[in-house]
């Protein structure tokens, strides 16, 4: 059995404005065009809500308790997610009048009760060198994508014309809609297509965008990745996705994919790199000369090293907020799988010193 308080998080017999606010911010949650949208959830705090925002729904539920819930209620009839979902949540046997812009102004879309469209995102790959990861690169890349039209600056008028009050809206901005459903009549309030929301519309529109104040074009983005960056990550631009007629773009997202090296091995800000070196060389110590990503640069092998032992090159790693990372070198001993009869010779009288 549902608890409808429960499930707004409010106290019993909770006042309708905490009610209203309590949805708001769990809607704005739990819808489903949300990163974080839970369909049957939204549904579940639609129906509490359905049911709190109504004087007289709310006054049989504190009354009859669960029983409203589960037989009717006196009358009031259980809830119907699909006549709610066709609504955009117009509830009332009697009629019932809400605008939308109120109910989903923090979804994302500014407040005020003024409903701020949002492009869509973009999301894109791009491959980088194993250098270009570790030590940043900038990248310009051709996009085709839906961008503010450069002939109307965005407005869908032709330069110099002049804007008149919209017929449809009545120059407000918004239209009303009547509907019928099994709850009763509602009526919902909705932005004007014709003019975005605005209540203006040119008389002459702009001939590249046909008014739209949006066209399809190509787009020179230019992508600075950052040093250090990992395979699989991905960079934000903000504001670089899909344009729309008066709102706020979409975001641009990158995902990096970066290609292995032949040689080097990464491992945070740590890069490695394994280094074969002659038995006697082991054994006695030699200098060697390694590639690192800044160059060669010479080491020292001690005498007597160990197989699989390291040897640090300082700062000459990933670099990050803290400054460089190590190049790490790790020894592999190479046996010589044939030996002349002057090393074996020689050899033996190393076993029989006991070495």
Same mark, same amino acid.
């Given at each position: 059995?549902?608890?409808?308080? %429960?499930?707004?998080?409010?106290?019993?017999?909770?006042?309708?404005?905490?009610?209203?606010?309590?949805?708001?911010?769990? =809607?704005?949650?739990? /819808?489903?065009?949300?990163?974080? &949208?839970?369909?049957?959830?939204?549904? +579940?705090?639609?129906?509490?809500?359905?049911?709190? !925002?109504?004087?007289?729904?709310?006054?049989?539920?504190?009354?009859?308790?669960?029983?409203?819930?589960?037989?009717?209620?006196?009358?009031?009839?259980?809830?119907?997610?699909?006549?709610?979902?066709?609504?955009?949540?117009?509830?009332?046997?009697?009629?019932?009048?809400?605008?939308?812009?109120?109910?989903?102004?923090?979804?994302?879309?500014?407040?005020? $009760?003024?409903?701020?469209?949002?492009?869509?995102? #973009?999301?894109?790959?791009?491959?980088?060198?194993?250098?270009?990861?570790?030590? $940043?690169? %900038?990248?310009?890349?051709?996009?085709?994508?839906?961008?503010?039209?450069? /002939?109307?600056?965005?407005?869908?008028?032709?330069?110099? %014309?002049?804007?008149?009050?919209?017929?449809?809206?009545?120059?407000?901005?918004?239209?009303?809609?009547?509907?019928?459903?099994?709850?009763?009549?509602?009526?919902? #309030?909705?932005?004007? /297509?014709?003019?975005? &929301?605005?209540?203006?519309?040119?008389?002459?529109?702009?001939? /590249?965008?046909?008014?739209? &104040?949006?066209?399809?074009?190509?787009?020179?983005? !230019?992508?600075?990745?950052?040093?250090?960056?990992?395979?699989? +990550?991905?960079?934000?631009?903000?504001?670089?996705?899909? =344009?729309?007629?008066?709102?706020?773009?979409?975001?641009?997202?990158?995902?990096?994919?970066?290609?292995?090296?032949?040689?080097?091995?990464?491992?945070?800000?740590?890069?490695?790199? =394994?280094?074969?070196?002659?038995?006697?060389?082991?054994?006695?110590?030699?200098?060697?000369?390694?590639?690192?990503?800044?160059?060669?640069?010479?080491?020292?092998? @001690? =005498?007597?090293?160990?197989? $699989?032992?390291?040897?640090?090159?300082?700062?000459?790693?990933?670099?990050?907020?803290?400054?460089? &990372?190590?190049?790490? #070198?790790?020894?592999?001993?190479?046996? @010589?799988?044939?030996? !002349?009869?002057?090393?074996?010779?020689?050899?033996?009288?190393?076993?029989?010193? $006991?070495?």
């Amino acid at each position: 059995m549902k608890d409808y308080y %429960t499930i707004l998080g409010l106290e019993k017999g909770a006042p309708k404005d905490e009610v209203k606010k309590a949805f708001r911010k769990m =809607a704005a949650k739990y /819808h489903p065009d949300k990163k974080t &949208g839970d369909e049957e959830k939204y549904k +579940e705090i639609t129906e509490a809500y359905a049911v709190l !925002s109504d004087d007289k729904k709310k006054a049989e539920y504190d009354t009859y308790g669960h029983a409203f819930s589960n037989s009717g209620g006196g009358g009031a009839g259980g809830f119907n997610w699909q006549d709610f979902q066709g609504a955009q949540g117009g509830f009332g046997g009697q009629g019932f009048e809400f605008d939308i812009n109120d109910i989903f102004q923090n979804f994302g879309f500014g407040g005020g $009760g003024q409903q701020v469209q949002r492009g869509r995102d #973009v999301s894109i790959d791009i491959n980088l060198k194993f250098e270009e990861a570790i030590f $940043g690169v %900038t990248r310009k890349l051709l996009i085709t994508k839906n961008n503010t039209c450069v /002939h109307c600056d965005g407005t869908g008028a032709k330069k110099g %014309t002049e804007m008149s009050s919209c017929t449809t809206c009545g120059g407000n901005g918004k239209v009303r809609e009547t509907r019928q459903s099994i709850m009763g009549s509602f009526t919902t #309030v909705r932005e004007c /297509h014709v003019c975005n &929301g605005t209540g203006n519309v040119p008389k002459e529109r702009c001939g /590249h965008c046909a008014g739209a &104040g949006i066209a399809r074009t190509e787009e020179e983005i !230019s992508i600075k990745v950052p040093a250090g960056i990992s395979n699989g +990550e991905v960079i934000r631009m903000t504001g670089r996705g899909e =344009a729309v007629s008066n709102g706020q773009p979409g975001d641009l997202y990158i995902k990096v994919h970066v290609e292995a090296h032949k040689s080097i091995r990464r491992d945070g800000s740590t890069l490695t790199i =394994a280094l074969p070196i002659k038995l006697t060389d082991a054994l006695l110590g030699a200098t060697y000369t390694v590639t690192t990503l800044d160059g060669n640069v010479d080491i020292k092998i @001690p =005498a007597g090293i160990a197989h $699989g032992e390291l040897i640090r090159i300082k700062e000459k790693g990933v670099p990050g907020d803290r400054g460089r &990372g190590d190049f790490m #070198v790790k020894i592999s001993i190479e046996t @010589p799988k044939k030996l !002349s009869k002057q090393a074996t010779k020689l050899v033996e009288q190393l076993r029989e010193e $006991g070495i």
